[in-house]
C-alpha cells in the first residue's frame, strides 16, 4: 500500500510569510505524528494526533506553529510569520495507533529567506 | 523526555565488513525503532524493537530492555549501506525520541 505522502516536497519562502504544509498518513493509520529535522537540533517532535483526542502540542515551538487535522485523516502543519530559523526538514510519520511503529513520510525541506 | 544516546557517532567501512551499532536510553521503553536515512533523507523503517532480537537479512537488531540498550548489526556491508543510522525510542510519551545518529559509509 501508500506510505505516507507530504507536500510541497520542497518550499522556499521569505520571512514573514506563511506557510503550510500537507501530510497524508497511511490509510487506517489513527495516529499521525510531526518532526522537524534541523543541523542544529537533530530531529524534535512538534505534534501528535490520536483519532478524535485533543492532540499534544507540547512539542511545538512557538504560538506561530499549529496544525489541524480533518477527518482523522489529512494534516495541515502551518507556521505564520515564518523566521530564518524554522528553516528545517519537516516530517510527518503515522502508526496504526499510538503506541505502535511510526512509519515516516518523505518530507518538506522549508527554506526561509 | 528520555534521553537517547547513539555510538559511535561516525563509522568508516570497507565493504564487505561487519559493523555494530549501538543505541542507550536513560528509561525504560515501550517503542525502540531503528531507522536508515537515505542521502534523499527518507526514514527507513529497519527494525521495531522494544525488547528481544530480529533479523532482517544482513541486519539484525537486539534490545535489552532491562539494560537500557539496542544494538544493530551490519554484516557484509555495502556501499548502499551509507547514510545516517537512528535510533528512537518512547516511554510511556507519544513522540519518540531520537538519537543524533551514527553516519556510516562503506567504501568499495
Known amino acids: 500500500g501508500a506510505g505516507v505522502s507530504q507536500s510541497p516536497s520542497n518550499k522556499v519562502t521569505e520571512k514573514g510569510k506563511d506557510v503550510e504544509l500537507r501530510c497524508d498518513p497511511i490509510?487506517?493509520?489513527?495516529?499521525l505524528y510531526w518532526y522537524r529535522q534541523s543541523l542544529g537540533q537533530g530531529l524534535e517532535f512538534l505534534i501528535y494526533f490520536q483519532g478524535n483526542s485533543a492532540p499534544d502540542k507540547s512539542g511545538l515551538p512557538s504560538d506561530r506553529f499549529s496544525a489541524e487535522r480533518t477527518g482523522g485523516s489529512v494534516s495541515t502543519l502551518t507556521i505564520q510569520r515564518t523566521q530564518q530559523e524554522d528553516s528545517a526538514v519537516y516530517l510527518c510519520?503515522?502508526?496504526?495507533?499510538?503506541?505502535?511503529?511510526?512509519?515516516f513520510g518523505p518530507g518538506t525541506r522549508l527554506t526561509v529567506l | 523526555g528520555i534521553q537517547v544516546e547513539q555510538s559511535p557517532p561516525d563509522l568508516i567501512l570497507q565493504e564487505g565488513a561487519n559493523s555494530t551499532l549501538r543505541c542507550n536510553f536513560s528509561?525504560?521503553?515501550?517503542?525502540l525503532q531503528w531507522f536508515h536515512q537515505n542521502p534523499w533523507g527518507q526514514l527507513i523503517n529497519l527494525f521495531y524493537i522494544p525488547s528481544g532480537t530480529k533479523q532482517n537479512g544482513r541486519l539484525s537488531a537486539t534490545t535489552v530492555a532491562t539494560e537500557r540498550y539496542s544494538l544493530l548489526y551490519i554484516s557484509s556491508s555495502q556501499t548502499t549501506d551509507s547514510g545516517v543510522y537512528f535510533c528512537a525510542a518512547r516511554t510511556g510519551a507519544n513522540n519518540l525520541f531520537f538519537g543524533t545518529g551514527t553516519r556510516l559509509t562503506v567504501i568499495p
Open positions: 490509510s487506517g493509520h489513527t495516529a
Open positions: 510519520a503515522s502508526s496504526f495507533t499510538g503506541p505502535g511503529e511510526q512509519f
Open positions: 528509561d525504560s521503553v515501550n517503542n
